[in-house]
Each structure stands twice: as C-alpha cells, then as structure tokens.
C-alpha cells in the first residue's frame, strides 16, 4: 500500500463513521410523521388542484370528466382572469411597498430600548394579531362616505367632506392595500428592529468617530446590512399579498367596479356559482404566477446579501 | 376447464345473489316505516342538522322547538357564513350534508345542488294537496319531481313608493306602465324628492330594476329562448333594459350616492321618505316593519305596485328563505325523521309557525295571522299577476348584479354588461350539461 492510499483510506474512514454515527442518531424514519402531514395537507391537496383544473368538475353533476385545457382557454379568453391578474400584482407591489416603509420606519423610530418603546413596538403589533376580517370592516366603517374618517376632515376643513375612500375606481386600491400594509407593519417592523440589533455595535461605533451623520451611517451601513430582513419582509409581503382575500372581501368585496378584485375574489365568486374546476384552474394560475415571482425574487435578494 | 368452472362458479353466485336480492327487497321495503311517517311519531335520540344563513336563522325557531317537543327528537341548527349558497355548494362537494337545509326552490337553485344526487324527492308528501293549487307547482319541482317545500309566499319583486312623498309631488293615481312610473319620477324631482334608490355597494339590488324591464319579455318567453339558445343577452332586449336604467341613473333620478349604497340605507330612506320608490323583493317588508315598529304605521307610509314595460307586472323570485330541501344522507332513520320534520313543519306545525312568524299562508284552510301588515298581503297579492324572474326561468344565472354595479361605477360598457352575462351564461349552461351548449 502506497503512501497515497494510505491518505485516502485514512480520509475515508471518518467519513463512514460520521454517515452511520448520524443515522444511528436521527434515523431516516423518524420524519415520517412530518413526511405524512406534509403528503396529506400539502402535497395531496397540491396534485389534486393540479388534477381537477384539467377536469369539469362542478356542483351541477356528480361524475368528473377530463376536459383537457377548455377551463384554461376559456378563462384566457374571456379576459377577466388577465384584469384579475393584473389587479392582484399591482396589490401586492403596493403592500410590499406601503408594509416595508411603515415597518422600517417604525422600527427606526422605536429601535431604542426604552419602556415606552417597548409599549409602542407592543402595540404595534397588535393588529398582526387581530383577524383580517374584523379588521377590514373597521376600516369600511371609518371610510365610510359619512364615516368618521371624513367627519374628522370636515371638522377641521370647516365644511363638509366627502372623500369616496372605499368608492374611487383608481385610488381605493390603493386604500385597500394601505389598509393591508397597516395590519402587518406591526410584523415588518419587527424583522426590521430584529435585524438592526444583530449590527455589531463596534461598527457602528467606529462609524461615528470618523464622523458620520445618522443618515450617513443608515445609507452606508446599517440598511445595507439589513439585507436578510429586507429578504425576508419583501418576499413574505409580496407573495403573501397575491394570496390575500379577507381584508378587500371585507371592505370592498372587489368594488367599486371590480378595479379591486384580486384573483381570489373572483375564485371565490366562480366556486359560488358552482364551476369547482374553474375555480381550481384559476388557483393553480395564481400558484403559478406566485412561483414565476418567487424564484427570481428571492434569488435576486439573496444576491444582494451574498455581495456582502 | 378449470377457468371456465370458475366462471360457471362465479356466474352462478352473481345470478343467486340477484335472485336473492330480488326476493329480499319487497320484504325489507315492507318491513320499513312507511315513506312518510306520523308526524308526531317518536324520535327520541335522532338528531337531525339543519343548516341555515345568518338571515333565516330566526325563521325554523319556533316550530323546531315545538317537533322537538312533539318526538323528542334533537335538531342542531348550523349558522353557515354569508353568501350562504356558495359556502354550502363547497360544503357539498366536499361529502359534508346536513339533514335539512334552506335552499332555493328555483330551478336553477335545484339544478346547482345537483338535487337529483344530493335531496330526497318530496313526491308524494302529505301536505302537498292542502297547498294553494295556483302555488303548489310553481316552485320546488325539477321535471316531475318535487325536491322543495315552500314555506311561505316567495319572494316577489315590484316596486315599494313611500305614501307621503307621493302625495307631495301631487301624484294621486299608481303608474300602470313603466312611461307613468318615468314621468312620476320626473315629478318627484322637480318636487325635490328622490325619486329611485339603488345600492352599488351591495350591488345585488341593481339587478330588479332592469329584470323589471325584461318583465313583458320573460312573460313571452324569452327566458326559454335563451335557454334554447334562440336569444342571447347581447341582443336588444336585454341591451335596451339595461341602457333603461342606466339612463334613469344618467338623469339623475336615482340617488346621488348610489355608488354607496346599501339595502340598509336604502330601506331607511324608503321610510323616512328621503326617496319616493325602490324596486326591491318583498323581504324589504319585515325590513321595513322592524325600522317601523309597527304594521299600522308601516301602512300608513308604504304601499306596492309591480312594474314592467308595459304593465303592473310582479316577478317571483325565490330566495333561500322561501323553501326548504331534505338530503339524502344514506342514514335511512335520519332521512325517514327528515321527512317527518317537513310533514310536521307544514302540517300541524304550520299554523303555529305563521303566526309566529307572520307569514302569509300558502293553505287556504290556515288563516293567515291578523298581525300580517296590509302591506305583505298587498305585495303577495302581486303573485297572481306575476312572471319567474331571471332565476327561476334561465337555466343559470350570470352574475347581473356584479356587472350592472361596475356599470354604475364606469368601468363596464352597456354592452360589455350584455356580453359578460352572455358569455358567463354559456359557461354555466356548459358546466350543467345542458343541451346545445
């Protein structure tokens, strides 16, 4: 045996050990459990929304039969899952926008340890924890035309104000995904406050003695070192959005006009009249359309972390 | 050989269990409780499920209670969330069925639970030879078979016109015909009374005033037609209805926030007199009463008239309110105690529960209870001189009062409406199977 085998036996040895060392701790079998819950509440649901968009499933007869790609042309065709598309992107982009401000910004107003911080971050976070629903037909209570939204500007204004908040076919969108942006900023801002405190304080220190401004210092160092939790908030908030249904059901229902009716809305509204394939093609588009944007989204901002 | 003994085997047992199961059958059916059982036969530890919409809870209270006292029989009534219709299609599909529900006794209401699969039949019920035969046959029926009960009148559509604001604008005498119905309009106005209201915000109630305008042409069959594919909603009929209305809109003879409105607001205004006439279903009455307090008043303020073109046409629309449908649950104890229910609800239960509930009844040998508002009996007179509505004639029903909202609100063309309907319309026909599509 020559000197070079020698080595690689030696280099293989451990190796083996490791592998075996590990099974014999965390066999292979001991996620199955997890494995099963993943198959039964994931993945079967999955391949069935796969199966029956293909088919012409519906509440009116009781048999399914495979219809091949009729649910999709049909949908394409007649326009309205493009418009319903085209609605759900542009709410989503404008929560990611409107959840990261108001989160960033809260979290560098609150980032100091003090105990009235420590109150405003707590009850910031509330509505994250409060149901969409009820927090959607608050809001389309207090934006009511007569609502007190507007009772309050028309004190103040010295005459009656009737701002359509919830009634404008160009701006109650961006009402809606204001409205949207508001109950999770609470969750924003505390990945944000989160990622600030994992700044090493000597940077920053060393920051201040060559002189940097506050905002010189947030421009340079802190907000790029904030990348994971800018990673995280812009992907959660964008793809969260596109699946959102509660707070616009709430509020608008896809009103005024159906310049608000995200893909959802419309699912739900055609699984209400019956056409279940329909519905579940329309489900499997949106999956696909979070898919297409997730990839290349997530790449890109793990990208941004990796060049520092 | 042996492959052909085998199936000489096997052919044999399949014929014997035939044979078997031919000469079993009669016995089992004889040895079961008659298809329509007593009504107060007992049924102590059965426990029926009735689902209901937050909207019709109130209405099986009482005579629950009182079949509950009767048999000893338990029913848990399950509050399933708004829309009510499509929460338990998917509820269905999913192999989840109450024992009993609220449901549209329309055909396209019955064509969309898939009834021929999903309720029992009701042929043959006790209490169908005591109902009004002028209503007995209108709803509930799918071909020959009854899958409905009609608990009380169904919802008719017609115009409800404050008293007062009439009188204020100097109109003494009802419009006959919707040109009248107009010029009225035209006189509130001037008179500083709105004259209609519209709610875009819920968006369903802008569907009456333009199925209002398709009265005459439902009453000579265009429904049918549409069905038969001979029409479609992209030809003038529908198109002129729809540019009606909006031309009522267009001249400021609706209210000014009607992209706002609410049925809520709009039976206030109704009442206080703030507008002068709203097309709506006759479950704007109990709305109006609960706002009035009482029927005298509810009378003095509100009357009714029905509307079309040409005529002081009604349209019937059922809603989940009116009917209720049994389900095959495979349980044949269960299902033989849900027939007993509904034979017991309008049997003997009948009288208690309009009373109870102020119904107008649909037995003539149950008086209907004295605290009816004049008001009710005027609308549900209307049923004599009435047309099936959208719902109950097409074979599906678009969704009208999502498109006609977006109109209100500038986002869809008079003939983007007609051709939405149209093309959704197909897309339902073709989903239910039907012929030509």
């Not at chain 1, 326009?79 to 409107?98: K, M, S």
């Not at chain 2, 085997?9 to 008659?34: D, E, F, N, W």
């Not at chain 2, 042929?123 to 109902?131: D, E, F, L, R, T």
């Amino acid at each position: 045996m020559n000197a070079g085998a020698k080595v690689k036996l030696l280099l293989k040895r451990p190796r083996i050990n490791a592998a075996s060392k590990a099974h014999s701790t965390h066999p292979i079998w001991f996620i199955v459990p997890a494995f099963f819950f993943l198959i039964i509440f994931f993945i079967v649901p999955t391949v069935l929304n796969f199966v029956y968009s293909f088919t012409d499933w519906s509440s009116f007869k009781t048999e399914v039969n495979f219809s091949g790609f009729s649910n999709f042309s049909q949908l394409f065709s007649s326009g309205n899952l493009v418009a319903d598309l085209r609605i759900t992107i542009l709410y989503a982009v404008l929560v990611a926008v409107f959840q990261n401000l108001f989160g960033f910004a809260l979290a560098l107003l609150l980032e100091r340890d003090t105990l009235l911080n420590r109150i405003a971050r707590a009850s910031f976070f509330i509505p994250v924890i409060m149901s969409a629903l009820a927090v959607g037909y608050v809001f389309q209570a207090v934006l009511e035309p007569k609502g007190p939204v507007n009772s309050i500007f028309s004190f103040f204004a010295g005459r009656p104000v009737e701002i359509p908040w919830l009634y404008s076919t160009t701006w109650t969108i961006v009402v809606v995904s204001v409205i949207h942006a508001w109950k999770w900023m609470g969750l924003a801002m505390l990945i944000f406050l989160a990622g600030l405190k994992t700044i090493d304080s000597e940077v920053l220190e060393a920051a201040r003695i060559d002189g940097a401004s506050w905002f010189q210092t947030l421009r340079t160092i802190r907000f790029p070192l904030l990348a994971p939790a800018i990673t995280f908030n812009v992907a959660t908030s964008l793809l969260g959005s596109m699946n959102s249904f509660d707070i616009v059901q709430a509020t608008t229902q896809g009103g005024p006009g159906g310049t608000t009716e995200l893909l959802n809305i419309y699912i739900v509204r055609a699984f209400g009249q019956g056409l279940f394939a329909q519905a579940t093609a329309m489900s499997l588009v949106l999956l696909i359309m979070v898919m297409v944007l997730a990839f290349p989204l997530i790449w890109s901002l793990r990208k941004r972390e990796q060049i520092l | 050989m042996k492959k052909t003994s085998k199936g000489a085997v096997l052919s044999t047992l399949v014929a014997l269990t035939m044979i078997g199961s031919t000469v079993v059958a009669p016995a089992s059916h004889s040895a079961k409780a008659p298809a329509w059982p007593s009504q107060t036969a007992k049924l102590k530890g059965v426990t029926l499920t009735m689902w209901c919409a937050a909207a019709s809870l109130a209405i099986p209270k009482s005579v629950i209670s009182s079949f509950e006292r009767a048999t000893g029989a338990k029913i848990k009534v399950v509050t399933i969330p708004d829309p009510y219709e499509s929460p338990v299609l998917a509820k269905i599909a999913t192999g989840d069925k109450p024992d009993v529900a609220f449901w549209s006794p329309t055909k396209s209401g019955l064509t969309s639970i898939n009834a021929k699969a999903n309720l029992l039949s009701l042929n043959g019920a006790p209490w169908i030879s005591s109902v009004d035969p002028a209503l007995r046959d209108v709803f509930g029926l799918l071909g020959t078979t009854r899958y409905a009960a009609l608990i009380g009148t169904p919802n008719l559509v017609g115009m409800f016109y404050n008293k007062e604001a009439f009188a204020k604008a100097g109109i003494t005498t009802l419009p006959k015909n919707f040109t009248q119905m107009t010029a009225a309009a035209v006189k509130l106005k001037a008179a500083g009374i709105t004259p209609f209201y519209d709610a875009a915000k819920d968006a369903w109630p802008t569907q009456f005033m333009v199925q209002s305008l398709l009265g005459d042409a439902a009453k000579s069959g265009w429904y049918q037609k549409l069905n038969s594919r001979e029409a479609k909603f992209t030809d003038p009929t529908f198109i002129n209805a729809v540019t009606t209305y909006k031309s009522l809109i267009d001249q400021g003879l609706y209210n000014s926030d009607i992209k706002s409105g609410t049925f809520a607001a709009q039976t206030t205004a109704l009442l206080k007199g703030d507008v002068a006439m709203v097309n709506q279903g006759s479950f704007l009455g109990p709305a109006l009463l609960a706002e009035a307090g009482d029927a005298a008043t509810l009378d003095a303020k509100i009357g009714y008239f029905g509307i079309s073109p040409t005529s002081n046409l009604t349209l019937s629309l059922p809603g989940q309110t009116d009917a209720i449908v049994a389900f095959k649950t495979g349980n044949a104890k269960r299902e033989a105690a849900t027939k007993q229910f509904l034979a017991y609800w309008m049997g003997k239960g009948y009288a208690a529960f309009i009373d109870d509930r102020s119904y107008i009844s649909l037995q003539p040998k149950v008086p209907s209870p004295s605290t009816v508002p004049k008001l009710f009996i005027q609308v549900a007179s209307g049923l004599k001189n009435s047309v099936g509505a959208i719902q109950s004639q097409a074979l599906a029903t678009p969704d009208i009062h999502v498109y006609l909202s977006n109109m209100i609100n500038g986002t869809m063309t008079i003939e983007e409406v007609a051709q939405a309907m149209q093309t959704q319309f197909e897309q339902l026909a073709k989903a239910q199977g039907a012929k030509g599509f």
